[in-house]
């Protein structure tokens, strides 16, 4: 009798270890999917904060830079004019002045929040940014824009995003690439958008000086930004290519 007694309590011991086991384990399992998608979050929120932070900068110092100068350059043909001399060619020049400040501010502000967001829907803007940056260079351009209706797949924060990713590799295509050929292509199921953008120029390397490296930066936090996925493919001196996946947030 004692014995089978004995031999129940260590049946229940070991129950009970095997239950304590299970329970330390599930805890642990807990704690390190917790702990991933604090990294995660983290890794998110640091993206975004990187990305503001970088407009703010950028933005900064267009300002002071660009728009500064041009007003204090303003000021100056302005302060040598008085009702007895109105000199026309001082005249001119500070209407020039004016007119290239009021550019200024436009592409200032545009890089605030795209102005072509306001007067056009996401398709029409892209195919208006593309024809306006590449109508000035010899870069042929091949885009399968008008077989999807990207723009009722996002929200207005969301289209912005992806305004400006795509202006980013059509500048940064434009400015470094040598390429004489970009293809813009897109594509989307349920749930994601998938864009797929291709040159053949020179590529890129570890080596990348400032610029190219703020580019792809940028292109990025953008991307992260909109819990995205990005590949960029480029075998030395053979293209770049960038692979973008983008959840979809319906915009209607």
Do not use: C
Not at 20 to 27: M, N
Not at 80 to 93: A, G, I, P, R, V
Not at 183 to 212: C, M, P, Q, Y
């Amino acid at each position: 009798m004692y014995k089978e007694r004995e031999e129940t309590y260590i049946i229940i011991l070991i129950i009970g270890l095997g239950l304590f086991v299970i329970l330390i384990l599930f805890i642990y399992l807990i704690y390190k999917q917790y702990q991933k998608n604090r990294i995660l979050f983290l890794e998110k929120l640091n993206a975004e904060y990187l990305g503001r932070g970088e407009e703010r900068r950028r933005i900064s110092k267009d300002l002071h830079d660009e728009f500064g100068a041009l007003l204090s350059t303003t000021k100056m043909y302005l302060s040598t004019l008085n009702k007895d001399n109105l000199n026309s060619d001082t005249l001119e020049k500070t209407i020039t002045a004016v007119s290239e400040g009021l550019n200024t501010l436009h592409k200032i502000t545009n890089d605030i929040y795209p102005s072509a967001l306001n007067k056009n829907n996401l398709n029409n803007a892209i195919k208006d940014m593309i024809y306006e940056n590449f109508s000035r260079v010899e870069i042929k351009t091949t885009t399968n824009i008008d077989d999807i209706e990207i723009d009722s797949l996002f929200d207005q924060k969301s289209k912005a995003q992806i305004y400006w990713i795509l202006k980013e590799i059509i500048i940064n295509t434009i400015k470094h690439s040598t390429s004489d050929k970009l293809d813009i292509n897109f594509a989307h199921n349920k749930n994601h958008l998938f864009i797929r953008t291709k040159d053949e120029g020179v590529g890129i390397s570890v080596d990348l000086d400032s610029s190219k490296r703020n580019g792809i930066t940028n292109i990025t936090n953008r991307v992260e930004i909109l819990n995205g996925i990005i590949e960029i493919i480029s075998p030395k001196g053979k293209g770049l290519e960038y692979l973008i996946k983008i959840p979809i947030s319906d915009g209607k």
